[in-house]
Structures are given as structure tokens and as C-alpha cells.
């Protein structure tokens, strides 16, 4: 059976909110839940995620007006991501000015158009800037057009896409988990506050220039160039995504760095310090460092991302704004923690493994999305169709 093709108003009512007037106390504080554009992230938005409310006097006074749950909302404008981002309302509320609210007839479930306008979050976005502008409005969205197959059938194909939306969200859960005690466990390994079994030397207080020091070997012209970054450390610029401006000057003024020297980077008074696992040019901004005595440098690359020292380094360089360089003096100023080379292999062991099991579900949460989005290219096109189960009776 064929699947027709459906303008999205042609199958629901569509609708924005309104804010009443913030100076007038009477309109705020009431039982009325009020959406921001902002809770409107490809979610569901039930009662306890709503943070303000309205009075029905506020209601009446403004544009606002009660949405009924099982309505899907839609941001029409907002920077980043936000513009074009859907949630499931499902709970009654107002909504503001900056929110399209699609009320679906009875023809259309409301879980298969969400999943259809995830599917379609490009071409929305798209749709807006076509039109000479970088808002979405009501008639733009009215024109959308996606299959509708019949009834059982779109709760069919919601019902299996919901299924791997509930994989992932429970995936990113485990990391969020893992990611909140990984941080817990790294501050308490890192300061000494807990100890591995088998070790209870105290540890000792470096100056910074006692462990590293400033290193600026130029004129190696034909190696590759690294960029710096707070996520990934240093790596090479081909690794990055998207396009990548090429450094100004030449190449014989940047400096080398080889695998386990750690890097000053402008903005390492927000993210610390970043570690090299490759060889290449760096531009001669940054700030090279190399151990001048025996460490594990894992145990150094966990340290110069913690918490700790990002306080101690934003001590050593208070009232530093940002674009100006952190200077190798600012540094040697800091004192590092210093414990045993067998204790700093045994802390990074342990972190490493921590980390290598959340660099692991990430992947798997990718896979996982990945596959979504393959189903969702068959199912919500009409590619595949689905057999749809028999009522009992029928």
C-alpha cells in the first residue's frame, strides 16, 4: 500500500504562546506551568522539568495559552542548536512567544511525527534560511511534509524508534554516572585524599620547574602541524572536524613537540594542560613542556586536567584574562603534588582503565545512534514498511 505524502498542517493545528508582563507580580508565581524555548531539546517535557510558572491572569493577559499534552512543541528561534530542536509536551502548559506548539489531529500519532521531525531537523533548519531569515514561523512549519501511513503503522515504526531512543538515553545515563564518579575518584587519587592498597609514603611538594621545563626547538619544517585542544589534548590538525584555518607566519618560528611533553595552551587557565601523544609543530604562542626528572606522564595528564590544579593555576595567575598567554613563569610558581613513580603508574593506571570504559560507551552510544538514524531512513521515508499486528477479533 502506498504511503501518502501530508503537509504537517494538514494534519495539525499550529499555534505559538505568549509571555505576560514580567513587571507585573500577578502574572507570575501561579499553578499555570510556562515553557522556555530553552526546556525544548528533542525531549519530553513533563511537569517536574518546568521551572516557572504563570497565574491564569497572566494567561488571560497575554498571548499564552494552555497547550494540551501529547502536543508537540517545536523552537522557532534561538542560537546554536536550539532553532528547529522538538520536544513531547506531556503535561498541559503555556508556552512562550519563541515556541510553535503542533496540536495533531487523530489521524497522526504524536510519537511518529516527533520521531518524523527529528528525522527532518536539517531540512527545518534549512527551511528557515531559505527563506531569508534565521527564524522558523507558523507558515514555514505548516509546510512540512512527511509520509503518513495509517494509524497502527506509524505506532508501529514510533514504537520501535522509541525503543533505541530509550538504549541511548539509558547509555548516556551509565556515562553521566561514570563521568560523576570518575571526577569524584580522580580529585580523592589525585591529592592523596585516598590511597591505593600498597602505598602509604608521603608525598612530596615540586616546584613546577623542579619537574618540567620550557622547551623551543624550532626549524623542523617538514612536520606535521598539531592543534591544541581542551577536549582531545594535542593532535593533529587533520583529526580535526569541519575546516581548519591554517597558522599565520612561518613554519620555522613554531615549535616542536614529541609524544609526552605537555603543552600551555591559551586557555589552559580554564582547562589546564594539554598532553601529547604525537610529534609536530606547534604555533610559537604556546608554551612546551618537558620532564626534567622521572614521572609517569599519565599520571601528570590526569593531574593538569583536575580540578586542583586548575585552582592552583588560576592562584598563580590571578587577574590573567583571556588572550593573553600563561607564561612558563606563571607555572613554575605552582606547586605539584609528588608522589612515588610507582604510585603515579598505579593512580594512571586505574584512571586510564576508568576513562578507556567511558571512552567505550561513548562509542557504543554512537553505534547506537548511528543505527537509529539508518531505521529512521528506511521507516520514516516509507522505504520499509512495516506489517501492522491484528487487533484480537478482527
Known amino acids: ?87 513531547i509536551l506531556t503535561t498541559d502548559a503555556a508556552i512562550n512567544q ?4 503542533i496540536i495533531l489531529s487523530d489521524e497522526a500519532y504524536y510519537r511518529y511525527v516527533y520521531q518524523q521531525l527529528l528525522f527532518r531537523y536539517e531540512e527545518i533548519r534549512n527551511a528557515s534560511n531559505s ?35 530509550t538504549a541511548i538515553q539509558k547509555t548516556e545515563q551509565l556515562i553521566a554516572a561514570k563521568e560523576r564518579h ?33 622547551i623551543s626547538r624550532k626549524g623542523h619544517l617538514n612536520e606535521p602541524l598539531l592543534s591544541v585542544t581542551q577536549e582531545r589534548g594535542v593532535i593533529p590538525r587533520d583529526m580535526l572536524e569541519g575546516r581548519v584555518s591554517m597558522p599565520s ?14 603543552v600551555i595552551s ?35 595528564r590526569h593531574y593538569f586536567k583536575s580540578a586542583d590544579f586548575i585552582k592552583r593555576l588560576s592562584v598563580a595567575v ?11 613563569q606563571d607555572f613554575c610558581s605552582i606547586k605539584l603534588p609528588f608522589p612515588p613513580v610507582d604510585e603515579q603508574k598505579a593512580i594512571a593506571l586505574l584512571l586510564d582503565e576508568a576513562e578507556g570504559e567511558i571512552g567505550l560507551l561513548r562509542d557504543y552510544t554512537d553505534a547506537l545512534k548511528a543505527q537509529k538514524r539508518g531505521l529512521m531512513q528506511k521507516l520514516l521515508t516509507g522505504e520499509w514498511r512495516l506489517p501492522v499486528r491484528k487487533q484480537k477479533g478482527a
Not at 531569508?132 to 514504537?159: D, F, H, S, T
Not at 584574562?321 to 600563561?326: F, L, P, T, V
Open 1 to 87: 500500500m502506498t504511503t501518502r505524502s501530508v503537509n504537517l498542517g494538514s494534519i495539525a493545528k499550529i499555534t505559538s504562546g505568549g509571555t505576560p508582563d514580567r513587571e507585573n507580580p500577578t502574572y507570575w508565581g501561579g499553578t499555570v506551568p510556562w515553557v522556555k524555548t530553552t526546556l525544548v531539546q528533542n525531549c519530553e517535557i513533563g511537569l517536574d522539568d518546568i521551572d516557572e510558572k504563570i497565574t491564569e491572569a497572566g494567561l488571560k493577559s497575554s498571548s499564552a495559552k494552555l497547550i494540551p499534552a501529547g502536543s508537540i512543541l517545536m523552537a522557532m528561534v534561538g542560537q546554536g542548536k536550539t532553532r528547529g530542536q522538538v520536544a
Open 98 to 101: 519563541n515556541c510553535a506548539a
Open 131 to 165: 527563506s531569508g531569515q534565521q527564524n522558523l514561523n507558523a507558515g514555514l512549519i505548516r509546510e512540512l511534509r512527511m509520509p503518513l501511513p495509517r494509524l497502527p503503522e506509524q505506532e508501529r515504526i514510533a514504537e520501535i524508534l522509541v525503543a533505541w531512543d
Open 182 to 214: 570518575f571526577a569524584a575518584t580522580s580529585h580523592l587519587l589525585l591529592t592523596s585524599r585516598k590511597r591505593l592498597n600498597g602505598f602509604s609514603m608521603k608525598w612530596g611538594l615540586r616546584r613546577a620547574d623542579e619537574i618540567f621545563e620550557n
Open 249 to 262: 607566519g612561518e613554519r620555522d618560528a613554531f615549535k616542536l613537540v614529541e609524544p609526552g611533553n605537555f
Open 266 to 300: 591559551l586557555r589552559s587557565f580554564q582547562g589546564g594542560l594539554e598532553h601529547s601523544n604525537y610529534r609536530g609543530l606547534v604555533s610559537p604562542a604556546y608554551t612546551v613542556l618537558r620532564e626534567l626528572v622521572e614521572i609517569d606522564e599519565r599520571f601528570f
Open 318 to 328: 590571578i587577574g590573567i584574562r583571556d588572550g593573553k598567554q600563561i607564561s612558563f
